[in-house]
């Protein structure tokens, strides 16, 4: 096994750690979108940096990630991606604006269903 860190929060960083990916291993089959990050603060309270971070970490990482990824899947016509977002983004929580609001996107924009909205399984 081999593990890669990187800024999720940096698409170059997303990109660059892809093609290293697919360099040492090949073509990735499963891709799991399992990382987030919350401030715990309400909307005034928050810092707007915190804010942007979230949201290129909870959403915008997932479609880099994705894109990165989806081409290899879909012309071997084989692979799968999981997305797993918190609920917070379906019921709110209080005070949570920045992880509501990107999980929200992440649930209502899932990202396998803008690429390949006719082969993708939306659970």
């Not at 890669?4 to 929060?9: A, F, I, K, P």
């Not at 990107?102 to 899932?110: E, F, G, L």
């Amino acid at each position: 096994a081999k593990a890669y860190t990187l800024d999720l929060s940096d698409y170059n960083q997303i990109n660059h750690t892809a093609d290293l990916v697919k360099k040492d291993v090949g073509k990735v089959d499963i891709l799991i979108n399992n990382a987030g990050i919350v401030t715990g603060k309400k909307l005034l309270q928050c810092p707007d940096e915190l804010m942007v971070k979230t949201m290129a970490v909870n959403t915008n990482a997932l479609f880099f990630t994705t894109k990165n990824f989806l081409p290899a899947m879909l012309e071997s016509n084989r692979g799968h991606i999981v997305t797993i977002a918190s609920m917070a983004g379906k019921i709110g929580v209080t005070g949570l604006v920045s992880l509501v609001s990107s999980t929200c996107d992440m649930r209502t924009r899932n990202s396998a269903h803008f690429f390949v909205r006719d082969h993708a399984k939306i659970v």
